[in-house]
């Protein structure tokens, strides 16, 4: 195993590259300069939480002679909503921000889909650069381009596809991140080796107690290995039109319904929904007779040895009904012509969209 790597996506329009590693901030200045050659001034969007434990590690590699201001947003996923994005654009505009400038997104998820949304409407384009501090966003958000805030309609439906001009995964953010938050991250990991890669799920299954205590070799090939199956499906389809991505919201159809349940509070982390909503998926392919039970157990039992919630007993101080669920999936992006559009899976490494299903089997694997 090496302690770092380059990964490209060799997008037609826009090229970026994604380095991971320890410590790899310093060791990329150079690197990190180049892909925004031509920026006189920096806009760093970070979090209250991510100013006070890493922000110096950014501030210190910027050159003295290019202009820095630093916009901080209240942690959480309730910020990504449209009056932040309105407020980020009179912060830019004031200070007179011009398309050679830079955005620098130092933060989780929450701050990557803020800041990636902000960089494609201001002056319809700005360079962007992802610093991603969770492990969740270092495995998914910070790559593929999608960026958005949530609706009081759904989650991530105002937005827009932008790709960065480069990708920094260091894993010494890592060493803050809160247990609950990393596990979350590992949910989004074990559905890349669901979907696609059954060599790599058996060695999850094997290294869980090592990724949870953040063996440094294993997390890099972790997030290593999700970023490049995350891009094989991003250079087949790049903006999810032609269901080749679609393969990617495995699980989501239903997390994203359980996030606008819980009004996306700290009662349920994303990466907790997923691992939820992945379950009764895999349920629902079960019911259908896609996945055998063995296999469905299986699955099951690997978001259990990763401490992950996988089913709705992780919500039961709160009462959801199952019919609230139901209802907001009609909202989700993945629905084509009034239908909601499922992914369900067959075995390990096979997964498959579908949507001829009937509202009792949708029903029944909601438990
Ligand atoms: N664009 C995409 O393709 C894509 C893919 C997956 C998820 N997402 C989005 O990502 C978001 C979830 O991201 P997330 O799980 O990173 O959540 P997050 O950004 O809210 O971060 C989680 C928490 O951890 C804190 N934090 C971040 N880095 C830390 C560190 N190094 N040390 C200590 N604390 C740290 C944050 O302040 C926050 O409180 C959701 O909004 C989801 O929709 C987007």
């Not at 074990?190 to 949870?212: C, E, P």
Request: aromatic share 10%; with cysteine; hydrophobic share 40%.
């Amino acid at each position: 195993m090496k302690n770092n790597y380059s990964i490209k996506v060799p997008l037609k329009n826009s090229p970026y590259e994604i380095i991971v590693g320890k410590n790899v901030i310093e060791k990329n200045k150079k690197k990190i300069f180049s892909a925004i050659k031509d920026a006189q001034k920096i806009f760093i969007i970070t979090d209250t939480v991510i100013r006070k434990l890493h922000l110096k590690k950014i501030i210190k590699i910027i050159p003295k002679k290019i202009f820095v201001k630093t916009f901080v947003i209240s942690s959480g996923e309730k910020m990504k909503d449209i009056k932040t994005i309105n407020k980020l654009i009179s912060f830019l505009l004031k200070n007179n921000v011009s398309r050679n400038d830079a955005i620098f997104a130092v933060g989780g998820g929450v701050i990557g889909d803020i800041s990636g949304f902000l960089a494609s409407i201001t002056l319809r384009g700005v360079n962007l650069i992802h610093f991603p501090t969770t492990l969740l966003a270092q495995v998914d958000s910070s790559v593929g381009g999608k960026t958005g805030v949530n609706s009081s309609y759904g989650k991530n439906l105002i937005g827009t596809f932008y790709q960065p001009n480069l990708v920094i995964c260091d894993t010494i953010f890592l060493s803050t991140l809160p247990k609950r938050e990393l596990t979350a991250g590992y949910a989004e990991v074990i559905k890349y080796s669901i979907i696609y890669d059954k060599i790599f799920f058996n060695w999850l299954n094997k290294n869980s107690k090592g990724l949870l205590k953040l063996d440094n070799l294993k997390v890099i090939k972790t997030i290593k290995r999700s970023v490049e199956i995350k891009k094989e499906f991003v250079l087949k389809d790049e903006k999810d039109i032609n269901n080749k991505r679609a393969l990617l919201n495995f699980g989501h159809t239903f997390a994203h319904s359980l996030e606008n349940c819980t009004k996306y509070s700290k009662i349920l982390l994303h990466g907790e929904a997923v691992a939820i909503g992945i379950c009764m998926a895999c349920k629902l392919s079960h019911i259908l007779g896609f996945l055998s039970l063995n296999n469905y157990f299986k699955i099951k039992n690997t978001f259990i040895k990763f401490e992950l919630p996988f089913d709705l007993s992780f919500l039961k101080r709160i009462n959801i009904k199952k019919k609230e669920i139901v209802k907001n999936m009609i909202y989700d992006k993945k629905n084509l012509k009034g239908k909601i559009n499922f992914i369900l899976c067959k075995d390990v490494g096979s997964a498959f969209v579908y949507n001829k299903i009937k509202k009792e089997f949708i029903n029944k694997s909601i438990s």
